[in-house]
């Protein structure tokens, strides 16, 4: 959604060229985080589709939209004008709901995607990565094993753990032209569980009774390319925080 953002904060027919999205957040992963973890890796080997081009980039009449996203996410930790960023095990399903976004409602010909956690430190992230680099062959193992030790999907943090997380999003945005966007996206308890959850039930609300004319058909569509501002306005009413960066905060952010 926050992608959904920029592109229309951009001038009128200036395109996005590249995004950035940085993720603060404390908490406990959940069964269902987990398992949304496992599927993103290609542990299974990949089936052709009966098209010759990604699936995300099937417009409804069959055709290839030309609007395609550049996966830039990095395994490695770096430093920006914001602090230590690392890898973010759910960037890489992210990447794929913006990859669909941008091919249906068109932010930018051939947009750049990069999404990592903030962190204390370079050496800090480095030390997490090769922690998650460890786990990975235990997704690998037979779930008699595997849910032994993880939470199952349905299981996760305590309700009083699930209180004092939080998730911010900070989104930054370049034009095709050089224009410099930004926005923050605040949610103030455990993004995985309790915010998921508030957000799954705005969205079957705004589909439930939001005018159709504020909708969008059906489909394989994301809340960016079905509900759009729709969905945007019931999450900031029952809670959600959004923030728009001043144009000097944007120009300046990276």
């Known amino acids: 959604m926050l992608t959904y953002m920029l592109a229309s904060r951009l001038p009128r027919g200036e395109k996005l060229a590249r995004v950035t999205h940085l993720d603060d957040l404390t908490g406990t992963p959940s ?26 980039l099937r417009l409804p009449d069959g055709t290839k939209s030309p609007y395609a996203v550049r996966n830039r996410l990095s395994p490695l930790p770096s430093w920006t004008k914001q602090g230590a960023v690392g890898p973010f095990v759910m ?16 932010y930018g010909p051939s947009l750049e995607y990069r999404e990592g956690r903030l962190g204390p430190s370079t050496g800090a992230m480095l030390g997490q990565l090769l922690e998650l680099s460890k786990a990975l062959p235990f997704f690998l193992l037979p779930d008699f094993i595997k849910y032994s030790v993880l939470p199952r999907p349905g299981e996760g943090p305590s309700p009083q753990a699930m209180e004092r997380g939080y998730l911010q999003v900070t989104a930054h ?9 930004g926005a923050r996206f605040y949610l103030g308890k455990d993004a995985g569980y309790l915010e998921t959850a508030r957000m799954l039930v705005e969205a079957g609300l705004t589909l439930a009774l939001e005018p159709a004319e504020r909708l969008s058909g059906g489909g394989v569509l994301t809340p960016a390319s079905a509900m759009g501002d729709a969905f945007l306005e019931r999450l900031v009413a029952s809670g959600t925080k959004l923030a728009w960066m001043s144009p000097e905060e944007a120009a300046a952010f990276l």
């Open 31 to 56: 069964g269902g985080t987990l398992a949304t973890v496992v599927e993103s890796f290609p542990f299974t080997p990949y089936r052709p589709t009966r098209t010759s081009f990604d699936p995300l």
């Open 91 to 106: 960037a890489m399903v992210n990447v794929n709901a913006v990859a669909r976004s941008n091919a249906l409602l068109g």
């Open 173 to 181: 945005g370049e034009g095709e032209r050089g224009t410099k966007v």
